[in-house]
């Protein structure tokens, strides 16, 4: 079983949907969690950094862990065309020496006007 | 902002030949990785340093070698191209706490052909 798992989509939704993106994820010990947007012909840059269970909000995005589950949510409200683009989430696999990252496969998500 | 730079966007080698990939942070971070993204595979990590001429390797490190020989510089290097080898490749880097995970931040890759 992958450390992280992803569904890669892709996702298409109109403006102004709501969007889901999910992980699971295999290790109960896993405490810090990530998600990443990387736009096309770009590198990923951190969108989001939650750290053990429950909810965090920036703007129009908002983070969800659910811990007893092992699955992690992204959450876009109003989505835009800007929003477009390839959603990974990312656990620190290392513990905290290093800092190691797994990756999920990405979801592609478009969203059309 | 810390700042990652990948010395070329689109490179094309031929089968055989030796290819570096440059990669220079300018935030004095320990930890520096580079990783292939592919379709439907998304992130591997290949090798890994957490500090000068330190390494370790990563999930897929077959092929590939690297070098630290100063803080700010990591080099991947292919040893004999292949064209399985034909990839996005992905520099980052991030700081060392021992305490706490801290995130990666990336450059902007290196597509990388195999002819």
């Not at chain 2, 700010?72 to 490749?89: C, G, H, K």
């Amino acid at each position: 079983q992958k450390e992280v798992e992803q569904d890669p989509g892709p996702l298409s939704v109109p403006e102004g949907a709501i969007v889901s993106l999910n992980c699971t994820y295999s290790n109960s010990a896993f405490q810090y969690f990530m998600w990443y947007r990387q736009y096309s012909r770009k590198g990923p840059e951190l969108l989001m950094y939650t750290y053990s269970s429950g909810n965090k909000e920036d703007g129009r995005f908002t983070a969800q862990v659910d811990k007893s589950s092992k699955y992690i949510s992204l959450f876009i409200r109003d989505s835009q065309p800007s929003d477009s683009a390839t959603y990974l989430c990312a656990i620190p696999s290392g513990g905290t020496s290093y800092g190691k990252l797994t990756f999920g496969q990405g979801t592609i998500l478009t969203v059309h006007p | 902002d810390v700042k990652v730079t990948q010395s070329s966007r689109y490179l094309v080698k031929r089968t055989g030949e030796k290819v570096f990939l440059e990669c220079v942070q300018d935030m004095d971070h320990e930890n520096m990785f580079w990783y292939r993204q592919d379709p439907g595979l998304g992130l591997r990590l290949i090798y890994f340093s957490y500090d000068v001429k330190m390494k370790e390797k990563g999930d897929i490190p077959e092929g590939y070698s690297v070098s630290r020989e100063k803080k700010e510089r990591f080099s991947l290097i292919l040893e004999s191209a292949s064209t399985n080898q034909t990839s996005m490749y992905l520099c980052a880097s991030s700081l060392l706490q021992l305490d706490s995970n801290q995130p990666q931040h990336f450059g902007d890759g290196t597509r990388l052909s195999i002819l």
